[in-house]
């Protein structure tokens, strides 16, 4: 089973409009809204993809419902440990650009991290836990190396696709997967990156510092995937981007949902990518369908 963790579940309300001007008044051209935060995003496209899973977090109020409910309709199986307060909601404006507003989301106590812990404690050995996604101002920062630190004593791997000091602090408790995109890597090295090619050291560096491996995204330039002892890099496949929010979640999902099934990291590696690039060129996250039709298109190099 793949759990997924969301601290900070959101309903992402996706909002277009023509010529987006501050100080203005729009009227909509298209408004969309889906559940989401990252572990939920991962569990929602392991669902389409046939791979057990079970999206676990925090939700509450009328927004919770709706995550937990459009979840259900979509059959993927959620045990949320209920708080008081609505669930955030993630506003995307798009309009040429996308400009993305999320919010910090209802405070969270030390009894419902206690709750959280004890579902965590019952998570069966040989089981892979994905935690992602913002940690609320009311959690300690250092939460994901908690979690990884107690599910890798129990035999338990961890994804951890998370920026800044909780990412940081994550990978001193040497998690099974990181996912950084550009942005979360210039961020952690304060640097800036321009290429693929630049980012590699980056990537390799994240190894030597405890990561056991790192997927370095960085949208349409490429990514690469770093291991102990080898590199590989994968070139995304053309195609017009609809709708970039949640492509680094399938990326993820589509790596680790197939590395389940497979142990194969250089062709989960392969799906993840043609996984991510599927939900870009999507609306809402990527089908199944989709990504097979994309896969044939990731060109994967080891170097
Ligand atoms: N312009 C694009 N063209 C094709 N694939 C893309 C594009 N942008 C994103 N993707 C796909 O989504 C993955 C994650 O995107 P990225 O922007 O790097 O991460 P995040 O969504 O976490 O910011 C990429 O590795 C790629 O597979
Ligand atoms: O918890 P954060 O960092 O605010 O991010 C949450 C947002 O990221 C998403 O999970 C999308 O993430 P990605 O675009 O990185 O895949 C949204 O569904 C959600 O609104």
Redesign the pocket.
């Known amino acids: 089973m793949i759990y997924t963790v969301t601290l ?1 579940p ?1 309903v ?1 309300y996706i909002v277009e409009v023509n010529d987006f001007q501050t100080g203005h008044l729009h009227r909509m051209k298209r408004e969309e809204k ?1 559940p ?3 572990g ?2 991962v569990s929602r496209v392991l669902t389409r993809m046939n791979v057990p899973t079970k999206a676990l977090g925090f939700i509450g109020g009328f927004t919770g419902d709706y995550i937990k409910e459009t979840l259900q309709e979509e059959g993927t199986s959620s045990a949320f440990i209920s708080v008081e307060g609505d669930s955030r909601i ?1 506003i ?1 404006l798009k309009s040429g650009q996308e400009t ?1 507003i ?1 919010g910090d989301g209802p405070s969270i106590t030390e009894f419902h991290i206690k709750k959280l812990f004890q579902q965590l404690e019952a998570v069966e050995e040989g089981s892979i836990v994905v935690v ?3 940690i609320p101002s009311s959690l300690p920062r250092n939460l994901y190396e908690m979690i990884v630190r107690t599910c890798s004593q129990k035999g338990i791997r961890v994804v951890v ?3 800044g000091e909780a990412l940081r602090q994550a990978i001193l408790a040497q998690p099974f997967l990181i996912k950084p ?1 550009q942005y979360e890597l210039e961020e952690l090295f304060e640097t800036k990156i321009h290429t693929l090619e630049e980012a590699i050291p980056f990537g390799r560096k994240l190894v030597e510092m405890g990561a056991q491996h790192v997927i370095v995204s960085m949208g349409a330039l490429g990514a690469a995937l770093c291991t102990d002892n080898r590199v590989y890099i994968a070139h995304v496949p053309p195609g017009d981007v609809i709708n ?7 990326l993820v999902a589509g790596f680790i949902g197939t590395y389940w099934r497979t142990n194969d990291k250089e062709e989960a590696f392969k799906i993840g990518v043609a996984t991510g690039s599927a939900t870009a060129f999507s609306h809402d996250l990527c089908t199944v369908e989709h990504v097979q039709q994309l896969v044939g298109k990731v060109h994967i190099r080891e170097i």
């Open positions: 900070n959101s992402d889906f989401g935060g990252k939920i995003n993630n995307k993305e999320n992602g996604g913002s696709d998370a920026s995109n970039s929010i949640g492509a680094g979640d399938s």
